[in-house]
């Protein structure tokens, strides 16, 4: 019983052991392979470096549709610059999100994203014939006459075209870039498969890049830039590192602390600690939640928070020996006692992390996602590992003097 | 086990509460808050000086940054180890504040770089916020914390009773007053952290409360006959050690985050460590001693009226 209970103890140090490695060192067996925390984790602009805009719609209660294919075609705009891994999101009702990590200058980043290349057939008095909303398609293409770029109209759009072929047969319709000319056929023929092509490219690169321009040049609104920001990649690891570090500090000093006040069990709650370190990394690292700078303070806060569980539960224990009872008894009533006060406790506080979730944006979400996930997985492990760790101990019959357990006086215990 | 009578001073820190809230309003009054641009739009420019300016460079500094942007009063202060300077400024175009202009930004960056033969990277970061987000952050963050009081509240109703959720809720609406003195007292600027800041006090501010009042519940079912006073006080004379443990761990992380972390982080950490502090004392003194006043007149009630049946 005795030496069992010793080898539940040690076994449950090395799974906390072990896990911490994989998490924070990342492991390789074969071809198989976990990534290490520091690998995996998704991290903020703030940590990073880069920048945000937050556009909003210059229109009143856009539709979700809208707003899913403005959102679309920005990230076909990102992905035409090659920014594979700035996101886009959409935030609220008519705004969206954008961060571009490693780049430097908003305004530049706004320029490319914003620009609309509106195309426009126009009749020979200005007056509009079709735009580049009811196109489908756009490639370029090199015919005898030089590269051009070729377009395929939607439905509407094919009978737009095939009316203003007809009525200006033989005359000029006029090819439009942002109010630009660009090009001025003459109508051959009335067109009405929907098919129409834009003369005069320079090459192939030209041509290419207009087309994929008017592809991606269907709004359905403007677009303003409401907020945009910019973050210093130097600023960002520095703040990461002295963040990081202040964390260890400060978790080293609970360490102590709890040594100090609560002897044995305070050990104890230290290991269960750093469980709940590795436990809230992890999920935080692998399910690609976002970590900014505020949710490594959320982290870091709930760690402290983490251990109120366990005082509260050791607290009562140390009464309940004062009062005589034995030590596994003291400790059943300890947490049996306490459960009340510690589920009570997490429950507000997790109200108030729900409502900063809901309510809070952007650098906020993240302190509230890992203060909210962070308080959930204390209670877990307060009740659970604190719990398992301290019964395999006192079940090993080594501490049996109070004074391991924070009492005053010399006495033995019965386990 | 401490042997305090809390119940009977407890008029001494209702004077003391009501004190700071007064000089709180007084200086809010004076001086109201210091927003930052998350609260009134415009644009923070962070700069790598490579040096420690002086009071008089500061407010060279802030003469420049007012010449060049029409800000009426820009705001340049030291920031993280003193050699990095932060200005906040906005333009205005009729009532409106709005951030600057790139035109504008790049003059005010030039103007300062030639000063001090600085690099274009040694712009660290700027950051341009809308007067239409400003004004959304603010109603934002009076609903989170109605929203957030308001569950609580009901939560503790229904676990405990009305009169502690209500003592529990008045005790935290406290906290935050208190916490707005300190931030119009010593004019730190408010910002959206603070708001994160505000809520986390609110989350947790009520751990300790909760732990004397569940103790009280716990004692009025054990000890049925024991009077009111004694009652409350062999509660609080209970509980008040973990009260102080769990306050200390908290404190413990936020004051080495305060020392050591980041601008955005000492932000953060301060109002915290003010909340918590806060929170803990209030649990103690205030939310309990008005619970307490509550039950007893509440009691008095009670025995006052078969007699006049």
């Known amino acids: ?415 | 086990m401490t042997n305090i009578d809390f119940m009977g001073k407890r008029k001494i820190f209702y004077v003391l509460s009501i004190l700071v809230m007064v000089i709180g309003l007084v200086s809010y009054i004076m001086q109201g808050f210091n927003y930052d641009i998350d609260f009134t739009g415009g644009t923070v420019l962070e700069i790598d000086l490579h040096k420690v300016p002086s009071a008089a460079e500061i407010a060279d500094l802030e003469k420049l940054t007012k010449q060049i942007t029409g800000t009426q009063t820009p705001i340049v202060r030291k920031i993280e180890d003193g050699k990095k300077i932060m200005i906040n400024a906005h333009e205005v175009h009729g009532k409106k504040r709005t951030e600057l202009s790139k035109e504008v930004r790049d003059k005010l960056f030039n103007a300062i770089a030639k000063k001090y033969n600085l690099k274009k990277e040694d712009l660290v970061s700027y950051q341009n916020v809308g007067a239409v987000v400003s004004s959304e952050l603010k109603s934002q963050a009076i609903w989170a914390v109605v929203i957030a009081s308001i569950l609580m509240l009901i939560y503790i109703a229904i676990r405990f009773e009305f009169k502690f959720g209500t003592t529990a809720v008045v005790a935290l609406l406290h906290d935050l007053l208190i916490m707005l003195t300190v931030y119009t007292l010593f004019r730190i600027p408010l910002n959206s952290t603070f708001i994160a800041a505000m809520l986390t006090v609110l989350g947790y501010s009520i751990n300790d409360t909760i732990v004397v009042f569940d103790r009280i519940r716990e004692n009025r079912r054990i000890q049925g006959k024991m009077d009111l006073k004694n009652l409350v006080n062999l509660s609080m004379n209970q509980t008040i050690g973990r009260s102080l443990s769990t306050a200390a761990t908290v404190i413990i992380v936020l004051f080495v985050l305060y020392l050591m972390g980041v601008q955005s982080i000492k932000e953060f950490a301060f109002p915290l460590l003010v909340g918590v502090i806060s929170g803990t004392y209030s649990s103690i003194f205030i939310a309990t001693a008005l619970w307490f006043d509550w039950e007893s007149s509440a009691r008095k009630k009670l025995q006052a009226k078969p007699k006049r049946a």
């Open chain 1, 1 to 415: 019983m005795q030496n069992k209970s010793l080898a539940k103890f040690l076994i449950g140090c090395l799974v906390i052991a072990f896990a911490f490695y994989i998490v924070f060192f990342g492991l390789k067996i074969g071809t198989a392979s976990i990534p290490s925390v520091k690998d995996a984790v998704r991290y903020g602009l703030d940590l990073k470096g880069g920048v945000y805009i937050v556009y909003e719609a210059a229109k009143e209660n856009p539709t979700k549709r809208e707003m899913e294919s403005a959102l679309q075609l920005i990230r076909t705009r990102l992905d035409m610059r090659n920014f594979y891994d700035a996101t886009a999101t959409i935030q609220g009702s008519k705004r969206i999100r954008v961060e571009i990590p490693g780049v430097k200058d908003p305004d530049e980043a706004i320029q490319y994203i914003g620009r609309t290349a509106l195309i426009e057939f126009k009749g020979p008095s200005g007056d509009l014939i079709v735009s580049g909303r009811n196109v489908v398609d756009a490639y370029a293409q090199q015919t005898t006459s030089g590269y051009v770029v070729a377009l395929k109209f939607d439905k509407e759009g094919a009978k737009k075209f095939a009316e203003g072929t007809k009525k200006y047969l033989g005359q000029n319709i006029g090819i439009y870039l942002d109010g630009k000319l660009i090009s001025n056929p003459v109508v051959q023929a009335e067109i009405d498969n929907g098919e129409a092509v834009i003369e005069g490219m320079k090459d192939l690169n030209e041509a290419k890049t207009l087309a994929q321009q008017i592809k991606a040049g269907a709004l359905p609104f403007a677009l303003n830039v409401i907020e945009s920001r910019a973050i210093g990649p130097s600023l960002g690891s520095e703040a990461l590192k002295t963040t990081l570090k202040a964390g260890i500090v400060g978790l080293l000093l609970v360490f102590l602390f709890m040594i100090i006040f609560y002897r044995l069990p305070g050990f104890v709650a230290d290991i269960a600690l750093i469980a709940y370190v590795v436990i809230l990394v992890a999920i935080v690292g692998y399910a690609k939640i976002t970590l900014t700078l505020p949710g490594i303070a959320g982290i870091i806060l709930s760690a402290g928070m983490a251990v109120d569980a366990n005082i509260l539960i050791f607290a009562r224990m140390k009464e309940e020996l004062r009062a005589g009872k034995t030590l596994k008894a003291a400790m059943d009533a300890g947490f049996r006692r306490a459960l009340n006060a510690v589920v009570d406790a997490n429950v507000t506080t997790i109200i108030a992390g729900l409502v900063l979730l809901f309510l809070g944006t952007g650098p906020i979400k993240g302190f509230a996602w890992t203060l909210t996930i962070g308080i959930v997985v204390s209670f877990f492990t307060a009740i659970t590992v604190t719990r398992f760790l301290l019964v395999s101990v006192i079940n090993t019959g080594l501490f049996k003097d109070t004074r391991w357990y924070g009492g005053k006086k010399t006495r033995e215990v019965q386990a």
